[in-house]
């Protein structure tokens, strides 16, 4: 698997939260000489969520004991950061674990000892999937406005023809021409109408 | 037992207070009287213990009462079907403030700290939150254990009771509980809210003022709730039962006060919460430690391992469940129609507990 080419080229930070010192040392130099800039911290540092915001990471390697894995699983819940793809390590062979974590917030998934050639490829699929996996969900979240969208037009078209005894056609030739006189979408026009008309229905 | 139901369990349990009724069926060998042959795996996160819990790494564990519904619903990784037999416990956290913030509440107000009213009442730290808004000094920030938790909710509802709005007039973020008290020592946050033994522990230490009880908040909602899939829970339908007998024998036990002092020895020890006893021990015995300069409250219900009123039991009452996806919603952390969508019968196992409970009957006949 490979990323997009704009992303190849460019150098990537990581931010390695891992107690074991060994294997945070082995990590980062499997990957000098590589287009991956590694800072590392132990975990339980209380200050985690101003090193993201000033490191502003491209990834997150984290050891899947460590305490702070729920403030990293905040970062989408709770803060305004963007999320980040964020790779396990763990000690544990379980396959099934990784096939799971895979598919939620987990870009990818290490287990036990990782030779150093491999980290590199891991780190470049983990990107790679994470991409996919946004715009997966940028898709969704489109087609959930465009849906949301067609509905607020619609609400907006019921209620000219309840209230002002307009055709269908009238209704939405009238929104339409609204639309293009003042160089609003569609969307905005249908919302205004509603928020107008409901409002002076309240006061009646 | 039928042949094919699993009797080697790995149960995931969060060093905290109230994993006092898996730790006390273990050492009390009621697990073991129930043909059960459990290991207690101590985690450090949710979202670590939950992913175990999801693939099954471990059998069942003790989770944040929200987590079984926040899963169902998909929120913050996979959807999985995680289902609750049993209530562990009720009640059990706190919000602690900062030495600092408490001054800086005395100063505004003129109180001395020994006539501040508790519990304290948010809208004493309303003057403070405008006061620094209009010396342009930074947010007051707050720390909880995790989004999906009674800690975040209960933290909301003390706040919103004074029109302050979390994360709009408090900035609020996740920590957990092993960090609070170095969070607050170090100025990270001006206060938390979080479970057993980290109020008693800032406040032994000199380090905060105890202002409220989540008993204060919402008496006597689920805290902790026992774990399990839906589908290990239909492929070992009799170990299920097992584990509720196992745990509702600890939980009548626990609720004899002298036992309690005894679990406070046995929790404080390094297998389990690796604590002192005078931080463990207060709250289990009904006592809230407020500051170090002021008596400590007596609470008698600050943690409870069965539900209030005589004969109180475990039973998950769909009520639960739909009270929680309540406050999720009016945190805004899911839409009225996903609440609408979910049956909480589905999710909070009354039908199972019945069961259990049933044969527990049976057998004293």
């Keep these: 698997m490979s990323g997009a080419p704009t992303v190849a080229d460019k150098a990537l930070e990581i931010l390695l939260i891992d107690d074991d010192l060994d294997r945070a040392a082995a990590f980062s130099s499997a990957l000098d000489s590589s287009r991956y800039h590694v800072s590392h911290l132990v975990s339980s540092r209380t200050s985690l969520l101003k090193e993201v915001d000033q490191l502003k990471p491209d990834i997150i390697v984290i050891d899947i004991e460590s305490p702070d894995r729920d403030i990293l699983e905040s970062l989408s819940t709770l803060s305004s950061f963007n999320p980040k793809p964020v790779v396990m390590f763990c000690e544990q062979d379980d396959s099934q674990l990784i096939n799971q974590s895979v598919q939620s917030g987990v870009s990818a998934y290490v287990v036990g000892d990782v030779p150093g050639g491999r980290v590199r490829s891991i780190l470049d699929a983990a990107v790679a999937r994470f991409q996919q996996y946004q715009t997966l969900k940028q898709e969704l979240n489109e087609t959930k406005n465009k849906l949301e969208s067609r509905r607020v037009i619609e609400k907006a078209k019921a209620l000219l023809m309840n209230k002002k005894n307009m055709s269908e056609a009238k209704a939405f030739n009238t929104m339409r021409k609204m639309a293009m006189d003042s160089g609003q979408k569609m969307e905005q026009v249908a919302a205004n109408i509603l928020s107008i008309l409901t409002t002076l229905d309240a006061q009646d | ?265 046995i929790l404080s020890s390094v297998t389990y919460l690796n604590a002192d006893l005078d931080v463990v021990a207060p709250a289990l015995l009904g006592s809230c430690l407020v500051h170090h300069r002021l008596d400590p409250r007596t609470i008698p219900a600050y943690n409870r391992f069965s539900s209030a009123g005589q004969g109180g039991d475990n039973n998950p009452d769909p009520a639960y469940a739909r009270f929680l996806l309540n406050q999720m919603v009016e945190a805004g952390h899911i839409q009225l129609s996903q609440y609408q969508q979910l049956d909480s019968e589905q999710v909070f196992r009354a039908d199972i507990y019945a069961q259990a409970l049933q044969q527990v009957q049976t057998a004293v006949l």
Excluded at chain 2, 110 to 117: D, E, H, Q
Excluded at chain 2, 162 to 173: K, P, W, Y
């Design chain 2, 1 to 265: 037992m039928q042949q094919n139901n699993k009797t080697q369990l790995q149960l995931g349990f969060v060093p905290l207070t109230d994993s006092a009724p898996l730790v006390m069926a273990k050492e009390l060998g009621f697990f073991q009287d129930e043909g059960l042959d459990v290991v207690l795996r101590k985690q450090n996160s949710w979202a670590t213990l939950r992913d175990k819990l999801q693939v099954g790494i471990l059998d069942g564990a003790q989770m944040l009462a929200p987590m079984p519904l926040a899963s169902q619903l998909g929120l913050g990784g996979n959807h999985a079907s995680i289902i609750t037999p049993f209530i562990l416990s009720f009640n059990g956290n706190a919000i602690t403030l900062s030495e600092a913030l408490c001054r800086e509440v005395c100063q505004l107000h003129g109180m001395p700290l020994n006539s501040l009213p508790l519990p304290l009442p948010a809208s004493l730290l309303k003057a403070v939150i405008d006061e620094r808004l209009h010396q342009g000094r930074p947010l007051l920030k707050f720390a909880t254990v995790f989004a999906y938790s009674s800690h975040y909710y209960q933290l909301r509802q003390w706040f919103s009771d004074a029109d302050i709005e979390l994360g709009t007039d408090v900035e609020v973020q996740v920590l957990p509980p092993t960090s609070m008290v170095a969070a607050l020592h170090e100025g990270v946050v001006d206060g938390y809210c979080v479970g057993g033994p980290w109020n008693a522990k800032a406040v032994r230490t000199g380090l905060g003022m105890t202002a409220v009880s989540s008993c204060d908040i919402w008496p006597d909602q689920p805290e902790k709730v026992l774990g399990i899939t839906e589908s290990w829970q239909q492929a070992n339908p009799d170990t299920t039962v097992a584990l509720i007998k196992a745990l509702r024998r600890a939980c009548d036990w626990l609720e004899v006060v002298p036992n309690r002092f005894e679990a406070a020895r």
